[in-house]
């Protein structure tokens, strides 16, 4: 047996049971698309992209992290509103399930500093790919503000600690 597959074997990799796979992601796109209406604060966060990073991690296969990225990206495009066109958050979201899922296996995503750092550098690529996308491939005028991206980075990763840590509750071995 090689050193890649024993080391393999030795992370842990969960399982969720089918309604909580539907249903936290359904929920946290709900809860993006329909709450920064009434918080004020809200539209910093992003849930989905939460969601991914978690269900990517504890996989800790990157073609699931793909995957399950593509479909909660997707599921916020719809929801974003007609002026948005479908498939940036579903392209961005799918670089950050592979990224993720493919940095679960090499370090320890339990730890709640581990997390943070994770959350905050994921949410920085995320909304880098956002741009790009936006910028790049569709031409559209965006403006990009390191101070924003930062702070928001900054209550991202905060509030993903908590959210993780109430998403921890539906893991199985």
């Known amino acids: 047996m090689n050193v890649r597959g024993s080391l393999r074997e030795q992370v842990a990799v969960y ?3 089918w309604p909580a796979v539907i ?7 709900a809860i993006q698309a329909f709450l920064p209406v009434r918080v004020r604060f809200l539209p910093v966060l992003d849930l989905p992209m939460m969601v991914v990073i978690f269900f990517a991690v504890a996989r800790r296969n990157p073609i699931s992290g793909c995957v399950t990225g593509a479909i909660i990206g997707i599921l916020q495009d719809t929801l974003a509103g007609p002026a948005h066109p479908i498939g940036i958050y579903g392209i961005a979201d799918t670089v950050i399930g592979f990224a993720a899922s493919s940095l679960g296996v090499k370090i320890d995503v339990e730890n709640p500093g581990t997390r943070f750092l994770m959350t905050y550098v994921f949410f920085v690529a ?3 790919i956002y741009f790009g996308v936006v910028s790049g491939l569709l031409r559209q005028r965006t403006e990009w503000s390191w101070a924003h991206v930062a702070i928001s980075a900054l209550a991202n990763a905060i509030v993903g600690i908590l959210v993780y840590g109430f998403l921890d509750r539906f893991k199985r071995s």
């Not at 249903?23 to 796109?29: D, F, K, M, N, R």
């Open 15 to 17: 399982e969720f049971p």
């Open 23 to 29: 249903l936290i992601p359904l929920a946290a796109v």
């Open 126 to 128: 995320h909304q880098g």
